[in-house]
Nanobody, 116 residues
Framework: QVQLVESGGGSVEPGGSLTLSCAAS????????LSWYRQAPGKERELVAH????????NYADSVRDRFAISRDNSKNEMYLEMYSLRPEDTAAYYC?????????WGQGTQVTVSS
């Protein structure tokens, strides 16, 4: 059974930090490109960052570059998103996605709320 389970979301004040995790099972993790997406209320889901198979190649949305860091641990079947200098506009449900170009899996999401 394929599962992607996000964790680590929560409420934080502006300027704060959070680290999200995505735990995978049921497929060959190292064969999939991984991404974090987010969706705020009333907005479309947007790509935040993605990371290649071995973790050497990362790309970020302009809005989070230099504040967020994506990483993966293929030995643990986990992906992470370290988020720093959080802003109210980062408030959203965050989702992990795994794709090999043929098959795509999604997690159920974890909520991040940035508010004073």
């Amino acid at each position: 059974q394929v599962q992607l389970v996000e964790s680590g979301g929560g409420s934080v004040e502006p300027g704060g930090s959070l680290t999200l995790s995505c735990a995978a099972s049921g497929f060959i993790f190292r064969d999939y490109v991984l991404s974090w997406y987010r969706q705020a209320p009333g907005k479309e889901r947007e790509l935040v960052a993605h990371i290649g198979y071995s973790g050497d190649e990362m790309n970020y949305a302009d809005s989070v570059r230099d504040r967020f860091a994506i990483s993966r641990d293929n030995s643990k079947n986990e992906m992470y998103l370290e988020m720093y200098s959080l802003r109210p506009e980062d408030t959203a449900a965050y989702y992990c996605e795994a794709t090999n170009g043929y098959t795509t899996y999604w997690g159920q999401g974890t909520q991040v709320t940035v508010s004073s």
